[in-house]
């Protein structure tokens, strides 16, 4: 059985979880993790993804800015800058007054509306006023690591967000649309979000069997005033309510990781198809064509 270990015990390649190991070192570890399974479709793709120098975006620094605030208020917080009314960047001296803030390590963010302290100090305070949260949040670890080679002998990692006492792994998402079931279920499947959640537990599950988790909650909170906030979950607990989505992600995982495991194998990385494939347009617009209704 595998135990929580702190972040000074953390070695390249080992097995195990880990508590506070910098976001930075958790990175730059080797190991395959679940961004890299959604750049493998083709597996032609996974080289590229892994060479690209990425700048966070104003939207993932506001991100990890509200997971900060809520699952580690401890850590010293970023220097924020705010942004005088009306600068565009476009002239000389606003550039320069931009880049001498980004050089010192500080983030640059409005005082209202998108990507500003008021968006920011919104969305923290309407989840920690939700009571479930609330709740979940009261007893915990925060960004907890997690090591394992159980499949094709590749090293798999994990970072979780949030490991409550119970049954569960819990992951906070902002969004720009609404939190409704309607729209988070779409993204559960065009954002992969049902496949992460496939990952975290199965990586989980492999290093503690003794303590198995088989429900993830998802914490939606919207980008714009109210910041509505929403839960949601999949679930293995209760089979006769189980509708087969963790299922689904499983398989698609183990399909990406297969791929990845054969290409560094060989080291070909296939695309799409190598031969002429046959192709016809879309049932829904075959039906649109023939008059059918949709």
């Not at 080679?149 to 590749?154: A, M, N, V, Y």
């Not at 090293?155 to 992951?171: C, E, F, Q, S, T």
């Not at 496949?195 to 198995?212: F, G, I, K, S």
Request: glycine share 6%; charged share 25%; aromatic share 8%.
């Amino acid at each position: 059985m595998t135990t929580l270990k702190p972040s000074d015990l953390w070695e390249e390649g080992v097995e195990g979880l880990y508590l506070g190991l910098p976001a930075e070192k958790y990175h730059a570890a080797a190991g395959v993790n679940h961004s890299m399974l959604k750049n493998a479709e083709p597996v032609a793709r996974l080289p590229v993804y892994l060479k690209e120098k990425r700048e966070p975006t104003t939207a993932m620094i506001m991100g990890t800015l509200v997971h900060q605030s809520i699952l580690e208020p401890e850590k010293p917080f970023p220097q924020i800058v705010v942004k005088p009314e009306g600068m565009q960047f476009r002239s000389a001296a606003d550039k320069a007054w931009r880049d001498e803030h980004l050089k010192a390590g500080r983030i640059i963010l409005n005082e209202k509306g998108k990507d500003s302290i008021e968006q920011l100090n919104g969305m923290v305070s309407s989840i920690k006023a939700h009571p479930f949260c609330n709740r979940i949040f009261q007893h915990g670890e925060s960004e907890v690591s997690g090591f394992t080679r159980q499949t094709h002998g590749l090293l798999r990692k994990i970072r979780i967000d949030w490991l409550p006492h119970g049954n569960a792994l819990v992951d906070i998402k902002t969004t720009a649309g609404e939190a409704d079931e309607s729209t988070v279920s779409k993204a559960l499947y065009d954002m992969r979000y049902y496949t992460q959640a496939a990952w975290y537990l199965d990586c989980w599950n492999d290093l503690m069997p003794e303590e198995p988790r088989k429900s993830f909650i998802f914490i939606f909170v919207e980008k714009t005033a109210p910041y509505l906030v929403a839960l949601y979950y999949l679930s293995e607990d209760k089979p006769e309510l189980d509708d087969g989505t963790l299922q689904l992600g499983r398989i698609r995982n183990a399909q990406n990781l297969a791929a990845i495991a054969e290409a560094r194998k060989t080291g070909i990385y296939p695309g799409f198809c190598e031969s002429p494939q046959r192709i016809s347009i879309p049932k829904y617009a075959r039906l649109k064509e023939q008059g059918g209704n949709l």
